[in-house]
């Protein structure tokens, strides 16, 4: 295996401030942090930890944004609380629904830029896609969000906040007072959005912590997928440092072909990531890996590509989740027919591994995966193509 390279990205993140006036955002901040605020602006060191596990609890368990409905807290600390801190999410720019009951939020962050969430209705489960970057910079090929530049990455505020416009949405935040059930709207989260999340891992990695905290909003670490596209040194933090299950978007046999598909590749090739991977579910306790793959026609659909993938694979607990291509205008790509899917599903699955393939959902509001890309940004490249097209 070849030495493994750091990771160097010059990605700005914004800081810790609400963006009205100058008052710090509390959503985002891990205890040990909303700790250290706390006490910076007066809290008592030894009722620091009192005061954490209170403003916790209503923010993250019963969804409680106006200090002033803090009410086991006193008054002169919700004035304090006032002066100096925010509880703010993104804003919701627009909601559309889906024929199939999928819903896609656009929403607006610090600096105007927007981003898109998709809360897939399914009967057992309720999964919340987030995104974890303002655009993408890996640009694979067959995605519609790589064809957007990235502008930064997503605060951990901005990541958990997310999920609590989604909660809000949904209506399932519980009576304040009374504890999570079992039985959700949002019982899933995937880290499949706009974005590479391991390449904005801390954010990642404390909104993810404290979308599992026990006394919040609860989700236990096998409802958390983070899905990568192949950023190895990475990989062994996400295990010891989240532990949630991790999906790779895998999508070629062949480096070949993985090169032009996911450029990433050309860094950390197929056989750097394999060995990566093979040692994940053994640090994180993992049941399997799920690896994405995308069905392009002619590209990377045959039976070979099918055999190869077995032989890559063999030894790793995993699931193979072929994903039919969901085609955007302009897209390089074609969708491989139904029977060419099936061929290749039967194939692995004869091979002794899982093979569901993905039923598409929300193509009619462009929510399915590999299509987000925020209106702001389809509408800029709508523009500078129509002024090409006038010779502007």
């Given at each position: 295996?070849?030495?493994?390279?750091?990771?160097?990205?010059?990605?700005?993140?914004?800081?810790?401030?609400?963006?009205?006036?100058?008052?710090?955002?509390?959503?985002?901040?891990?205890?040990?942090?909303?700790?250290?605020?706390?006490?910076?602006?007066?809290?008592?060191?030894?009722?620091?930890?009192?005061?954490?596990?209170?403003?916790?609890?209503?923010?993250?368990?019963?969804?409680?944004?106006?200090?002033?409905?803090?009410?086991?807290?006193?008054?002169?600390?919700?004035?304090?609380?006032?002066?100096?801190?925010?509880?703010?999410?993104?804003?919701?720019?627009?909601?559309?629904?889906?024929?199939?009951?999928?819903?896609?939020?656009?929403?607006?962050?610090?600096?105007?830029?927007?981003?898109?969430?998709?809360?897939?209705?399914?009967?057992?489960?309720?999964?919340?896609?987030?995104?974890?970057?303002?655009?993408?910079?890996?640009?694979?090929?067959?995605?519609?969000?790589?064809?957007?530049?990235?502008?930064?990455?997503?605060?951990?505020?901005?990541?958990?906040?997310?999920?609590?416009?989604?909660?809000?949405?949904?209506?399932?935040?519980?009576?304040?007072?009374?504890?999570?059930?079992?039985?959700?709207?949002?019982?899933?989260?995937?880290?499949?959005?706009?974005?590479?999340p391991l390449y904005n891992f801390?954010?990642?990695?404390?909104?993810?912590?404290?979308?599992?905290?026990?006394?919040?909003?609860?989700?236990?670490?096998?409802?958390?997928?983070?899905?990568?596209?192949?950023?190895?040194?990475?990989?062994?933090?996400?295990?010891?440092?989240?532990?949630?299950?991790?999906?790779?978007?895998?999508?070629?046999?062949?480096?070949?072909?993985?090169?032009?598909?996911?450029?990433?590749?050309?860094?950390?090739?197929?056989?750097?990531?394999?060995?990566?991977?093979?040692?994940?579910?053994?640090?994180?306790?993992?049941?399997?890996?799920?690896?994405?793959?995308?069905?392009?026609?002619?590209?990377?659909?045959?039976?070979?590509d099918a055999y190869r993938l077995?032989?890559?694979?063999?030894?790793?607990?995993?699931?193979?989740?072929?994903?039919?291509?969901?085609?955007?205008?302009?897209?390089?790509?074609?969708?491989?027919?139904?029977?060419?899917?099936?061929?290749?599903?039967?194939?692995?699955?004869?091979?002794?591994?899982?093979?569901?393939?993905?039923?598409?959902?929300?193509?009619?509001?462009?929510?399915?995966?590999?299509?987000?890309?925020?209106?702001?940004?389809?509408?800029?490249?709508?523009?500078?193509?129509?002024?090409?097209?006038?010779?502007?």
């Amino acid at each position: 295996m070849p030495p493994i390279a750091p990771i160097t990205q010059d990605v700005l993140t914004i800081p810790r401030k609400d963006p009205v006036g100058d008052k710090i955002n509390l959503v985002g901040l891990t205890r040990e942090k909303l700790r250290d605020v706390l006490i910076e602006h007066g809290t008592p060191e030894k009722q620091a930890k009192m005061r954490v596990g209170q403003i916790w609890q209503w923010i993250y368990g019963w969804g409680v944004r106006d200090f002033d409905d803090m009410t086991n807290l006193s008054k002169s600390l919700r004035e304090d609380l006032k002066a100096a801190f925010v509880v703010a999410v993104p804003e919701v720019v627009t909601k559309q629904v889906s024929e199939d009951g999928t819903r896609k939020y656009l929403v607006k962050i610090a600096g105007g830029h927007e981003v898109e969430v998709v809360y897939i209705p399914e009967t057992d489960r309720g999964t919340l896609c987030v995104s974890s970057q303002v655009g993408c910079t890996l640009t694979c090929s067959f995605c519609h969000t790589g064809t957007q530049k990235l502008v930064r990455n997503l605060s951990a505020g901005e990541i958990i906040g997310q999920v609590m416009v989604a909660r809000d949405d949904l209506g399932e935040w519980p009576e304040q007072g009374a504890k999570n059930t079992e039985t959700r709207l949002l019982s899933n989260i995937v880290l499949m959005g706009m974005g590479e999340p391991l390449y904005n891992f801390e954010n990642v990695r404390d909104a993810m912590n404290i979308a599992m905290d026990p006394e919040g909003i609860q989700l236990s670490r096998r409802r958390i997928t983070l899905s990568t596209s192949g950023v190895v040194p990475e990989i062994a933090r996400t295990a010891a440092e989240i532990g949630c299950q991790l999906a790779v978007s895998f999508h070629a046999t062949t480096d070949e072909v993985r090169n032009q598909l996911v450029p990433i590749n050309k860094r950390w090739n197929i056989e750097t990531l394999i060995e990566a991977l093979r040692a994940y579910p053994r640090v994180s306790n993992s049941e399997r890996i799920t690896f994405e793959y995308v069905m392009l026609n002619g590209v990377n659909d045959s039976d070979e590509d099918a055999y190869r993938l077995l032989e890559l694979i063999k030894g790793i607990p995993a699931k193979i989740n072929l994903i039919p291509f969901n085609e955007w205008p302009g897209a390089p790509y074609k969708r491989s027919s139904n029977n060419r899917i099936r061929a290749f599903s039967d194939i692995i699955h004869d091979g002794g591994y899982a093979s569901p393939v993905r039923k598409p959902r929300g193509e009619d509001i462009m929510a399915a995966c590999g299509q987000l890309k925020s209106e702001t940004e389809r509408a800029r490249k709508s523009r500078k193509q129509i002024e090409s097209e006038a010779g502007l």
